[in-house]
């Protein structure tokens, strides 16, 4: 079993940076892969970011790559999202989540986080 809480959300300018963590509680954290996914109003859930229980393997979606980095520290249960060059189009709810494996689909994953919220004004 395994707790997630997201925090680092908030408003921001486009051009702007956030980084997001979620931290975990349980003691298997180190076995999991971690996702972030995002759900912006009126539309599905998408994929973010994975990354592997050992860091080691790491994937983003089309929209992201090159301005976003996920990574974790598993000294302290926690994974980051690290957002740059944000555009209002990254305004969304981000989640964070916990799967076996590093899958870009959100039903690899049992475990998930409330959500924290991020607006990107133009």
């Known amino acids: 079993q395994v707790q997630l809480v997201e925090s680092g959300g908030g ?5 702007g940076s956030l980084r997001l963590s979620c ?3 349980g003691r298997t954290f180190s076995s999991y892969a ?6 912006a109003p009126g539309k599905e859930r998408e994929f973010a970011a994975t990354i592997s229980w050992t860091g080691s393997v790491t994937n983003y979606a089309d929209s992201v790559k090159g ?8 000294a302290k249960n ?19 989540a916990a ?3 590093p899958s870009t689909d959100s039903r690899a994953y049992a475990y998930w986080g409330q959500g924290t919220q991020v607006t ?3």
């Open 11 to 15: 408003l921001v300018q486009a051009g």
């Open 23 to 25: 931290a975990a509680s």
């Open 34 to 39: 971690m996702g972030w996914f995002r759900q």
């Open 67 to 74: 301005r976003f980095t996920i990574s974790r520290d598993n």
């Open 78 to 96: 926690t994974v980051y999202l690290q957002m740059n060059s944000l555009n209002p189009e990254d305004t969304a709810v981000y989640y964070c």
């Open 99 to 101: 799967s076996g494996i």
């Open 120 to 122: 990107v004004s133009s």
